[in-house]
C-alpha cells in the first residue's frame, strides 16, 4: 500500500487520539488493562510505519489530565505501563533515528515515573528523524491557560509589555508545542467524534481523521488509508478553491 502513497504530498504532522483500548478489552471478556497492553504494540507498528514514510513528527495523546481522575488501580497500572513500554522501545528508537519527546502537566506524575522517561528523551535526543512526541498528563485547556500565566508572568518582570501579544506566533511561543509544526492530520479512533481537550489551538486548521476501529486493532493499512484520505482533502485555510488554483 505504500507504494501507492506520494511521499511529497504526506502531512508533515500527525496527530492521533488513541481511543478504544478499554472498549476493545471489554468486547473480548477482558480487563480494561489488557487493552491498555495491547495498545502499546499499536503504538509500536504505527511509528514503525510514519517513521519508514518519513514524517516529521508524531505526536500520541497517551494520558490526558481527565484519566488521572479514573479509578485509581487503572492510573497505576497505565503509568507503569507507558515507562516500561518506552525503556522497552528505546533501543529501537534509536536505532530508527526516532527522537522522543513529551508534552504535559509533567509535575502531576510520579517522580520515578518522569525521570524515567527523562531519560528515554536524553537517549534518543540525537535522533533527527521522525520527533514521537508522547502527550501525557496533556490537557489543551491547561497549556493555554500555562501560555497565558508565562506571558503574565514575563509581563510582570519586565521583560515583555501586554502589546506584544499582537501575533499567533508570540503566543505560540509561549505553548509546549512551539518547537513542533501544527499537526496537519488529527487521527481518532473508536469512533468518537470529538477532540477532547487535545491540541485546540494547534488542531485549527487540521484534517480530521475519525475511524470506528478501536486502537488496539488500528493496522499500518489503517494508518495509510488515512493518509490517504488526507492527500484527498482541499485545505483551503479560509481561502476559495479558486484562490488556491
Known amino acids: ?12 504532522h500527525v496527530a492521533i487520539i488513541m481511543d478504544g483500548n478499554g472498549r476493545w478489552a471489554k468486547a473480548r471478556g477482558l480487563d480494561r488493562s489488557e ?5 502499546v504494540n499499536t503504538v509500536r507498528r504505527i511509528t514503525e510505519i510514519a517513521s519508514e514514510l518519513g514524517i516529521g513528527y508524531l ?21 507503569h505501563l507507558i515507562v516500561i513500554a518506552i525503556e522497552r522501545e528505546t533501543p529501537d528508537l534509536i536505532k530508527n533515528n526516532v527522537r522522543l519527546q513529551m508534552i504535559g502537566d509533567t509535575s502531576r506524575m510520579p517522580r520515578e515515573a518522569y525521570e524515567r522517561l527523562q531519560q528515554c528523551i536524553a537517549d534518543t535526543s540525537h535522533g533527527t528523524g521522525l520527533t514521537l512526541i508522547l502527550a501525557i498528563s496533556y490537557s489543551s485547556r491547561w497549556e493555554i ?3 497565558a500565566r508565562h506571558f503574565a508572568a514575563d509581563v510582570e518582570a519586565g521583560k515583555r509589555k501586554p502589546e506584544d501579544m499582537n501575533s499567533e506566533e508570540v503566543f505560540k511561543s509561549y505553548l509546549t508545542t512551539a518547537d513542533y509544526p501544527d499537526p496537519d492530520l488529527l487521527i481518532r479512533t473508536g469512533g468518537d467524534h470529538r477532540v477532547s481537550n487535545f491540541l485546540l489551538w ?6 480530521i481523521y475519525v475511524t470506528d476501529t478501536y486502537w488496539p486493532d488500528f493496522s499500518r493499512e489503517d494508518f495509510i488509508r488515512a493518509l490517504k484520505d488526507f492527500k484527498g482533502r482541499e485545505r483551503r485555510f479560509g481561502l476559495t478553491s479558486e484562490q488556491l488554483k
Open 1 to 12: 500500500m505504500t507504494e501507492e502513497l506520494d511521499k511529497n504530498s504526506l502531512p508533515r
Open 35 to 39: 487493552g491498555h497492553v495491547e495498545g
Open 59 to 79: 505526536t500520541l495523546y497517551t494520558f490526558s489530565t481527565e484519566n488521572w481522575n479514573r479509578p485509581q488501580a487503572e492510573v497505576d497500572a497505565l503509568m
Open 145 to 147: 491557560m500555562e501560555a
Open 202 to 207: 494547534q488542531i485549527a486548521y487540521s484534517e
